[in-house]
């Protein structure tokens, strides 16, 4: 099975933090996606990797950043928290052309910044 | 753009009973994918059924079925013989290549499924 992981289910920050959300998967995917998900607005890209190193902006990374220096990790960093990224945050990860396509998610972290 | 549109906040089925999930999208690229994920109160996201816009068929998983109009652009999820497990929020997607390898999703709002006994 796919197993993708994220490093905490519940995450509580203050304004102008650092923030590092970390996620893992260990099936070989050669992409990997960070979400956000907000009532009424479905999942929403912020970013995503089709590669080591490689990286591209999804509809909204404005005040996000990502990292993704091994295959199997994808970070998103949010380098100065801010009221408005109080979300849940959703990885996921996927094969490269293969039929369904589908993307296998982790079980989401929720971010709450004060 | 890549569009998807659920207008259903939520809806409401007896336990047994069949139950559609509408879902429309908009795309001027020939070639996409449609998916449904279902989200339980748990968080996680399942993948249930896709449907290729060149397939010839329409989609079926066990008791999900995808209703694919293609002239009508849209992609209605079908669960026959509701179950009490089925309550849950269910998201459809359409997947966008635009001629790349990885292709990236595009999410409507998400319906709010209940299974009444």
């Known amino acids: 099975d796919v197993k993708v992981t994220q490093s905490s289910r519940y995450l509580v920050k203050r304004t102008g933090e650092k923030v590092f959300l970390e996620c893992v998967q260990d099936?070989?995917?050669?992409?990997m996606f960070w979400y956000r998900q907000d009532p009424g607005l479905g999942l929403r890209l912020i970013y995503f990797?089709?590669?080591?190193?490689?990286?591209e902006k999804g509809d909204i990374p404005e005040g996000y950043s990502v990292s993704r220096e091994k295959k199997e990790r994808f970070s998103l960093i949010l380098e100065s928290a801010s009221t408005n990224q109080t979300s849940m945050y959703l990885c996921?990860?996927?094969?490269?052309?293969?039929?369904?396509?589908?993307?296998?998610f982790g079980p989401g972290t929720r971010l709450t910044v004060t | 753009a890549q569009k998807i549109t659920q207008t259903q906040p939520g809806m409401f089925v007896q336990e047994k009973e069949a139950v559609t999930l509408d879902c429309t999208y908009d795309t001027s690229d020939p070639s996409y994918g449609l998916f449904w994920y279902k989200q339980p109160s748990s968080g996680e996201m399942i993948f249930l059924i896709y449907?290729?816009?060149?397939?010839?068929q329409n989609a079926t998983e066990g008791r999900y079925s995808l209703n694919f109009q293609k002239a009508r652009k849209s992609a209605n999820l079908v669960i026959s013989a509701s179950q009490l497990g089925d309550s849950a929020m269910y998201f459809c997607?359409?997947?966008?290549?635009?001629?790349?390898?990885?292709?990236?999703?595009?999410f409507g709002q998400g319906t709010i499924l209940t299974v009444h006994p």
């Open positions: 449907q290729g816009s060149y397939d010839q």
């Open positions: 990797s089709y590669d080591v190193k490689m990286k």
């Open positions: 099936m070989d995917h050669e992409n």
């Open positions: 997607a359409m997947r966008y290549a635009g001629g790349t390898s990885y292709g990236k999703l595009t």
């Open positions: 996921a990860s996927s094969l490269t052309g293969r039929r369904p396509y589908e993307q296998y």
